[in-house]
């Protein structure tokens, strides 16, 4: 089956009437991006919860998908008049089938984390079959060692001594941080997400690493402390969990915190200083890896 597409350009405040106006008119499906992405102009959205920032580009491109027989025009002057907007400059083009499951397996490929380990998604075959390969299906959860902050965490564990230590994997995804802890040698790990559909993600995962591990909804945790607390969130949500995160590091165990870019790194730390000696352990791509040590008392 072929889908034909429109594309145009319109100011934030418009793009989610857009959109909700394009799904009115019958599109499969509407992708909102910044039509400067890797140029000098580009805007940087990352939806961080607590932070007050637009949800859409100063100028938003929409894309929306629709079924190769639907009259693109029409349902245009539909969405128009559902909205009372004009009708904006806008480009159809033809979208040819394709086997879609196969085209984003193809976006992941084996990931080299460090010499001794890397990353394999599921559908691949390891290029190192003598290295820890975590075999992975990210599904709908985050984490696939694609990202800079996920590799970020992975490089620490990997060089970390974890022989008898207790891990937390706090934000789990997909489940790979608490899986190479596992598989690098701790001796209890445990990882907890918000999201259902994470927990899953993440426990079908261990099963194709040979790992069986606890992954659970954060308030099925109770008052347990672990050696070692790795978070792998965004800046903001780190700076207001940092009383929660502390309470599950006993003295001298040891804290680390990614999804932070270069900018926020200071404000983190700041919020972590109370309970830890923390800095920068690494930085790559724009963004760091904190690490803290918890402090006595």
Do not use: K
Not at 60 to 82: G, H, K, N, P, Y
């Amino acid at each position: 089956m072929a889908y034909r597409a429109v594309r145009f350009d319109t100011d934030a405040p418009s793009a989610d009437a857009w959109s909700d106006a394009l799904l009115g008119a019958g599109a499969l499906s509407v992708d909102m991006a910044d039509p400067h992405a890797g140029s000098p102009h580009e805007s940087a959205i990352y939806g961080e919860p607590g932070i007050d920032q637009p949800d859409a580009w100063p100028t938003t491109r929409l894309t929306a998908l629709f079924a190769a027989q639907v009259d693109i025009e029409r349902a245009l002057r539909e969405a128009c008049a559902s909205i009372g907007d004009t009708l904006p400059p806008h480009e159809c083009f033809e979208v040819p089938d394709q086997d879609w499951v196969r085209a984003t397996q193809s976006q992941f490929a084996p990931i080299r984390i460090t010499d001794r380990l890397w990353v394999v998604p599921s559908w691949s075959t390891a290029l190192d079959p003598h290295a820890l390969n975590l075999v992975l299906d990210p599904g709908l959860a985050f984490g696939t060692g694609s990202h800079p902050t996920t590799r970020l965490c992975l490089r620490w564990l990997a060089q970390a001594d974890l022989a008898g230590r207790s891990v937390l994997d706090y934000g789990c995804g997909s489940g790979i941080l608490a899986i190479a802890a596992a598989r690098l040698g701790a001796a209890q790990v445990i990882g907890t997400d918000i999201d259902p559909q994470a927990i899953a993600a993440a426990t079908a995962n261990s099963a194709r690493n040979d790992v069986s591990l606890a992954f659970v909804l954060p308030d099925a945790l109770g008052p347990s402390t672990f050696d070692i607390v790795v978070a792998n969130i965004l800046a903001n949500p780190l700076a207001l969990l940092a009383p929660a995160l502390a309470s599950r590091v006993p003295a001298g165990g040891d804290i680390v915190l990614s999804g932070i870019l270069d900018a926020q790194a200071e404000e983190v730390a700041a919020a972590y200083a109370p309970w830890f000696r923390i800095a920068v352990w690494q930085r790559e791509e724009g963004w760091v890896a904190l690490v803290g040590r918890r402090l006595s008392g």
